[in-house]
C-alpha cells in the first residue's frame, strides 16, 4: 500500500513538472469588475500611424475573446502623458526615451481592487531602430500590454525557450521560425480560455460603467500634486512606478506596485528591450 502511494505521488509529481507553465496566466486577480455578461470596454487609440497596423490588429484579435465587448476609438490625448481615462483603456504611443522599455501597461484599481483604468505605452525611442522598427516586434508588444489591461499575465518568460504562439510570451524572436516555431504576435486558444476562466463570475458591479461617468483619476494640471501617487500619468521610468515586486525571465524587475492617493492601487507592467540589463535600472 505505501508503495503504492509513493508511486502515486511520484506520478502526479511528474506531471506537474511536465505540465506546461502556461497552465494559469491570470495576471495576479486583477481584472474589470463585471456584472453580468460580456465585459464591455472602450479602448481608446491615440497613436500616430506607423502604428495603426499593430494597435488595430491588437484590438481585433483580442476582439476574438467572447467575454470581450470591445470599442475601439480613435483618440486625441496626450501620447506623451497618456493619462488614463476613467472606466476605459487608453493606447499611446510617443518617443518617451532611452529608458530601457519598449511598452507598458498600467492599470489603477479601486479600493475593492479591481481594474478602472488602463493605459499602454509604446515607446519609439527603441521602434525607430533598426532592431524593433519591424511589424512582428510592433505586433508583439503592443498586443501583449494591452493583454494586461484586460489582466492577462505571461504564458511563458523564458526569451530562448521555443514560442507558444502567443503574444503573452517573451521572446527572442517574436515572427518565429526554425528553433522558435510559431510567431509570437496574436493571443492563441489559451489566452481566450484565461479570460473566460477570469471573467467567469459577476462581480455585482461594472467598473467599466462606475467610473466612465466620472472625471476620477484625471488630475486637472493647474493644481499641484497631491504629496502621494495619483491617478494620472503613470510616469516614464521606475522612480514613478512605486516598488518592483516581479521580475522577467532575464531577472529584471518588470511588475510595480504603487498607492493611489485616496486609496486604490497602480500596477504597472514593464516589457524591457533584449539589451537591457538590469544594472542598468535604477530605482533612486
Same mark, same amino acid.
Given at each position: ?22 497552465? %494559469? ?13 460580456? *465585459?464591455?470596454?472602450? *479602448?481608446?487609440?491615440?497613436? /500616430?500611424? *506607423?502604428? %495603426?497596423?499593430?494597435v488595430n490588429k491588437a484590438v481585433a484579435d483580442w476582439k476574438g475573446s467572447s467575454v470581450l465587448d470591445l470599442t475601439q476609438v480613435a483618440s486625441t ?9 476613467? #472606466? ?9 526615451? &532611452? ?51 484586460? #489582466? ?19 521572446? %527572442? ?15 492563441? &486558444? ?16 461594472? /467598473? ?11 488630475? !486637472? ?8 501617487? !495619483?491617478?494620472?500619468?503613470?510616469? !516614464? ?17 518588470? *511588475?510595480?506596485?504603487? %498607492? ?23 530605482? !533612486?
Open positions: 500500500m505505501k508503495r503504492a502511494r509513493l508511486c502515486a505521488l511520484a506520478a502526479l509529481s511528474a506531471a506537474l513538472v511536465a505540465a506546461p507553465a502556461a497552465a %494559469n496566466h491570470s495576471w495576479s486577480t486583477y481584472h474589470w469588475a463585471n456584472a453580468s455578461g460580456p *465585459v464591455s470596454l472602450t *479602448v481608446n487609440v491615440s497613436v /500616430t500611424s *506607423v502604428w %495603426n497596423p499593430s490625448a496626450n501620447r506623451k502623458r497618456c493619462s488614463p481615462v476613467s #472606466g476605459q483603456i487608453l493606447v499611446c504611443n510617443e518617443a518617451y526615451g &532611452q529608458r530601457g522599455w519598449l511598452g507598458i501597461a498600467s492599470i489603477t484599481l479601486d479600493t475593492a481592487g479591481h481594474i478602472k483604468t488602463g493605459t499602454t505605452k509604446l515607446n519609439d525611442s527603441y521602434f525607430s531602430t533598426a532592431t524593433y522598427n519591424k511589424p512582428e516586434w510592433r505586433a508583439l508588444v503592443a498586443c501583449q500590454e494591452i493583454g494586461h489591461d484586460f #489582466g492577462l499575465g505571461h504564458q511563458d518568460e523564458g526569451f530562448a525557450a521555443p514560442n507558444l504562439g502567443t503574444c503573452m510570451d517573451y521572446t %527572442n524572436s517574436p515572427l518565429g521560425g526554425g528553433a522558435y516555431g510559431p510567431a509570437n504576435t496574436s493571443p492563441n &486558444q489559451h489566452d481566450f480560455d484565461q479570460l473566460q476562466t477570469i471573467y467567469n463570475h459577476s462581480d455585482g458591479y461594472d /467598473t467599466s460603467a462606475a467610473f466612465a461617468a466620472t472625471n476620477f483619476g484625471i488630475r !486637472d494640471l493647474r493644481k499641484p500634486a497631491p504629496a502621494v501617487v !495619483d491617478d494620472g500619468d503613470p510616469g !516614464d521610468s521606475p522612480l514613478e512606478w512605486g516598488a518592483a515586486v516581479h521580475e522577467d525571465g532575464k531577472g529584471r524587475p518588470d *511588475v510595480y506596485v504603487a %498607492n493611489l492617493a485616496g486609496g486604490g492601487r497602480r500596477i504597472t507592467h514593464v516589457f524591457w528591450a533584449l539589451e537591457t540589463k538590469r544594472s542598468e535600472i535604477h530605482h !533612486d
